[in-house]
């Protein structure tokens, strides 16, 4: 009587799982560029959960001795791992339509904060390399030399630093996003052995009614064959009590 309980709980748990990832990818769906972390890790967290469950359910039709219902979760497996496949695949789309986006919006932020110099100048000599001071100039501060920066060089340390910052926030955000996932994973492991653990001890209380039932059993045989034996030798004392009577009159 567990099996088909079992089975019946697992399909509607695939069930479950199946609307749920399809309700988050509708949320994911809407806004791509927009959607959080938690939200792809509680995605792919329910993916891998709805994985097993359909491994456990195709399991559990394969010890179906009714060919007709065995058929029948077959059939719904088959369902399940289609709904998996393309549930997989939008993921994926999603996932590279955000990363798209974003690197799309930060090479548009980068593009704005550098200056563009689209002025030409008066005199085709401004920019010469050759050198610009002459003798008769007055030399240049020590500070000058020292601290002086190009506006080229200073975008070009703006730009390392914006990049920096970026490839910091990518790593971050791809390490919580490991780090949610594995938490979901755990925690969907520990729902699947609270069901385990539930179903064996149905059993064990199965199996302890039915050795109590034994038990009883045993007993009460154990009870018979005492009281059977102090018949035994209850009738062998009034058969040899009897012969004696008879030998010691007749004679």
């Given amino acids: 009587p567990d099996q088909p309980q079992l089975q019946n709980?697992?399909?509607?748990?695939?069930?479950?799982?199946?609307?749920?990832?399809?309700?988050?990818?509708?949320?994911?769906?809407?806004?791509?560029?927009?959607?959080?972390?938690?939200?792809?890790?509680?995605?792919?967290?329910?993916?891998?959960?709805?994985?097993?469950?359909?491994?456990?359910?195709?399991?559990?039709?394969?010890?179906?001795f009714n060919a007709a219902k065995q058929e029948k979760a077959k059939e719904r497996v088959k369902t399940f791992r289609a709904e998996l496949l393309d549930y997989r695949q939008s993921f994926e789309r999603l996932r590279k339509e955000r990363e798209e986006s974003q690197t799309s919006a930060n090479r548009t932020e980068l593009l704005g904060r550098r200056p563009h110099h689209t002025a030409t100048p008066e005199n085709p000599y401004a920019d010469s390399s050759l050198p610009t001071h002459s003798a008769f100039a007055p030399p240049q501060s020590a500070t000058s030399l020292s601290f002086g920066a190009t506006p080229t060089q200073q975008n070009v340390s703006r730009e390392s630093h914006a990049l920096r910052e970026q490839s910091f926030f990518s790593s971050s955000n791809t390490q919580l996003d490991e780090y949610l996932e594995r938490g979901r994973g755990v925690l969907a492991d520990l729902g699947q052995q609270r069901e385990i653990l539930?179903?064996?001890?149905?059993?064990?209380?199965?199996?302890?009614?039915?050795?109590g039932v034994s038990g009883d059993t045993i007993r009460m045989v154990e009870r018979r064959?005492?009281?059977?034996?102090?018949v035994f030798w209850g009738g062998c004392v009034v058969f040899f009590g009897f012969c004696w009577l008879v030998i010691h009159y007749l004679r």
């Fill in 198 to 211: 539930k179903g064996t001890q149905r059993r064990l209380y199965s199996v302890a009614n039915t050795l």
């Fill in 9 to 64: 709980s697992t399909f509607n748990s695939a069930l479950k799982q199946s609307s749920s990832i399809r309700h988050d990818l509708d949320t994911f769906a809407e806004a791509p560029a927009a959607s959080s972390p938690a939200l792809q890790g509680q995605i792919s967290a329910t993916l891998t959960s709805f994985s097993r469950t359909i491994n456990d359910y195709s399991e559990l039709a394969k010890q179906e």
């Fill in 225 to 230: 064959a005492k009281q059977d034996k102090w």
